[in-house]
């Protein structure tokens, strides 16, 4: 049985759920995952950022978890979409707002395409988002396609993106 770390799974949210708000609902979130198999190791900092890529819609609030499961990488995926499911995701209009969100970002380095699942997370290396949380609870992550370290990968970002990402509260 895998049950190895250095799975990363990003969270967010910037629409209540059940009169619970995006803060409320990612810790809610990782307690669902970990009834599912999937506990959690270490987990970021909350953070606050801009809603893409109309500003004007509510703030996203995001964290990145590192997780311990012994589920396979499409089983996990599942299991991701479910928990989404639960709170109320809907798979509308690309970009929407989001009851929840939840990102299969890394998995123990694997590099897979299929019309499932794209590892590593594909726009992973350009959010801010994910980016900034992850280097908290993971300073030596190194991308597994472009081979290029965390803090490579912040130092490329637009500087408006690191600005307006910041730890909630």
Known sequence: M??????????GANL??????PQETLPDALQQLAESGVLPVAVSSLWTSPAWP?????????AVAEVR???EAGALLR??????????????ERWDSRTLDLDLI???????DTPALT???PRAGERAFVLLPLAEIAPHW?????CTAISGLISRLPADAIDQTHRSG
């Open 2 to 11: 895998k049950e190895a770390a250095n799975i990363y799974v990003a969270l």
């Open 16 to 21: 209540p759920f059940r009169g619970r708000s």
């Open 54 to 62: 109309d500003p004007a819609k509510p703030a996203y609030i995001n």
């Open 69 to 71: 499961t012994a589920l």
């Open 79 to 92: 299991v991701l979409l479910e928990v989404e499911s639960r709170f109320g995701r809907s798979r509308g």
């Open 106 to 112: 890394d998995y123990r380095g694997l590099v897979m």
């Open 119 to 121: 590892l590593p997370h």
């Open 142 to 146: 190194v991308h597994p396609v472009s």
